[in-house]
Protein backbone atom coordinates (compact mmCIF):
# COMPACT_ATOMS: atom_id res chain seq x y z
CA UNK A 1 0.00 0.00 0.00
CA UNK A 2 1.48 3.59 -0.81
CA UNK A 3 1.14 6.56 1.48
CA UNK A 4 -1.15 9.00 1.35
CA UNK A 5 1.56 11.43 0.63
CA UNK A 6 2.67 9.90 -2.46
CA UNK A 7 -1.02 9.67 -4.03
CA UNK A 8 -1.84 10.57 -7.46
CA UNK A 9 -5.53 10.30 -8.37
CA UNK A 10 -6.11 7.36 -11.46
CA UNK A 11 -7.49 8.83 -14.74
CA UNK A 12 -11.29 9.82 -14.85
CA UNK A 13 -12.97 6.93 -16.09
CA UNK A 14 -14.97 6.93 -19.56
CA UNK A 15 -18.55 9.21 -19.34
CA UNK A 16 -21.71 7.30 -18.29
CA UNK A 17 -25.43 8.52 -18.79
CA UNK A 18 -27.76 8.65 -15.24
CA UNK A 19 -29.49 6.06 -16.55
CA UNK A 20 -26.67 3.58 -16.11
CA UNK A 21 -25.99 5.13 -12.91
CA UNK A 22 -29.70 4.55 -11.97
CA UNK A 23 -29.12 0.51 -12.68
CA UNK A 24 -27.09 0.15 -9.67
CA UNK A 25 -29.23 -0.25 -6.58
CA UNK A 26 -26.25 1.07 -3.95
CA UNK A 27 -27.62 0.68 -0.06
CA UNK A 28 -27.09 1.14 3.50
CA UNK A 29 -26.52 -1.98 5.27
CA UNK A 30 -25.24 -2.72 9.14
CA UNK A 31 -22.78 -5.44 9.02
CA UNK A 32 -23.77 -7.80 11.96
CA UNK A 33 -20.80 -10.89 12.03
CA UNK A 34 -17.62 -10.55 10.33
CA UNK A 35 -16.46 -14.46 9.83
CA UNK A 36 -13.48 -16.29 8.43
CA UNK A 37 -13.46 -18.43 5.09
CA UNK A 38 -11.58 -21.66 5.47
CA UNK A 39 -8.75 -22.28 3.24
CA UNK A 40 -9.37 -18.20 1.80
CA UNK A 41 -6.36 -15.68 2.29
CA UNK A 42 -8.34 -13.47 1.34
CA UNK A 43 -11.95 -13.42 1.52
CA UNK A 44 -14.31 -12.82 4.91
CA UNK A 45 -17.65 -13.36 4.82
CA UNK A 46 -20.32 -10.74 6.27
CA UNK A 47 -23.75 -11.02 7.36
CA UNK A 48 -25.33 -7.66 6.69
CA UNK A 49 -28.58 -6.28 7.73
CA UNK A 50 -30.65 -4.52 5.10
CA UNK A 51 -33.46 -3.93 7.13
CA UNK A 52 -36.25 -5.94 5.75
CA UNK A 53 -33.68 -8.85 5.40
CA UNK A 54 -30.06 -10.33 6.07
CA UNK A 55 -27.34 -10.95 3.26
CA UNK A 56 -24.29 -12.70 2.72
CA UNK A 57 -21.71 -10.54 1.39
CA UNK A 58 -17.96 -11.71 0.60
CA UNK A 59 -15.34 -9.25 0.88
CA UNK A 60 -11.99 -9.67 -0.22
CA UNK A 61 -10.12 -7.11 2.68
CA UNK A 62 -9.25 -10.54 5.27
CA UNK A 63 -5.41 -8.90 4.95
CA UNK A 64 -6.44 -5.43 5.16
CA UNK A 65 -7.07 -5.32 8.80
CA UNK A 66 -5.36 -6.49 11.74
CA UNK A 67 -8.42 -6.80 13.65
CA UNK A 68 -11.63 -7.55 11.01
CA UNK A 69 -14.05 -7.62 13.77
CA UNK A 70 -13.54 -4.06 14.42
CA UNK A 71 -16.15 -3.20 11.53
CA UNK A 72 -19.11 -5.43 13.19
CA UNK A 73 -21.88 -3.29 13.91
CA UNK A 74 -20.77 -0.41 11.28
CA UNK A 75 -22.78 0.46 8.67
CA UNK A 76 -21.35 1.21 5.12
CA UNK A 77 -22.68 0.92 1.41
CA UNK A 78 -23.44 -2.26 -1.18
CA UNK A 79 -24.17 -3.19 -4.50
CA UNK A 80 -27.14 -5.37 -4.05
CA UNK A 81 -28.13 -5.90 -7.60
CA UNK A 82 -25.49 -7.84 -8.58
CA UNK A 83 -25.93 -11.37 -10.00
CA UNK A 84 -24.66 -13.60 -6.88
CA UNK A 85 -21.36 -15.75 -6.92
CA UNK A 86 -19.96 -18.42 -5.99
CA UNK A 87 -16.05 -18.27 -3.88
CA UNK A 88 -14.61 -20.49 -2.05
CA UNK A 89 -17.59 -22.68 -2.08
CA UNK A 90 -19.75 -19.87 -0.47
CA UNK A 91 -22.33 -17.44 -1.81
CA UNK A 92 -21.96 -13.43 -2.20
CA UNK A 93 -25.09 -11.55 -2.54
CA UNK A 94 -23.74 -8.32 -3.46
CA UNK A 95 -20.67 -6.39 -2.79
CA UNK A 96 -19.09 -4.06 -0.91
CA UNK A 97 -18.13 -0.57 -1.66
CA UNK A 98 -14.17 -0.03 -0.17
CA UNK A 99 -12.44 3.28 -1.00
CA UNK A 100 -8.66 2.93 -1.53
CA UNK A 101 -8.48 -1.02 -2.89
CA UNK A 102 -8.22 -0.11 -6.54
CA UNK A 103 -5.67 2.67 -5.71
CA UNK A 104 -3.45 0.68 -3.47
CA UNK A 105 -4.51 3.05 -0.82
CA UNK A 106 -5.15 0.69 2.66
CA UNK A 107 -8.94 0.94 2.03
CA UNK A 108 -11.85 2.32 4.17
CA UNK A 109 -15.37 1.64 4.83
CA UNK A 110 -17.73 3.91 2.44
CA UNK A 111 -20.32 4.76 5.26
CA UNK A 112 -23.10 7.30 5.76
CA UNK A 113 -21.95 10.40 7.55
CA UNK A 114 -24.51 9.62 10.25
CA UNK A 115 -26.80 6.30 11.27
CA UNK A 116 -29.93 6.32 8.47
CA UNK A 117 -32.06 2.91 8.31
CA UNK A 118 -30.65 -0.01 6.88
CA UNK A 119 -31.75 -0.62 3.62
CA UNK A 120 -31.92 3.40 2.63
CA UNK A 121 -30.65 3.72 -0.97
CA UNK A 122 -28.12 5.29 -2.35
CA UNK A 123 -28.01 8.10 -4.94
Same mark, same amino acid.
Given at each position: ?????? @?? +???? %?? *?? =???????????????? =?? /???? #? =??? $?? %? $???????????? $?? #????????? #????????? @?? *? /???? %???? =???????????????????? $?????? %?? +?????? #?
Amino acid at each position: MMDDQH @FK +PAPL %KP *VI =SFADVDRIDIRVGTIV =SV /NDIA #G =SDK $LL %K $LTVDFGDHRRII $LA #GMKQEREHP #GEIEGQQAL @FV *V /NLEP %KKMM =SEISEGMLFDIGYADGVKPA $LAMPER %KV +PDGTRA #G
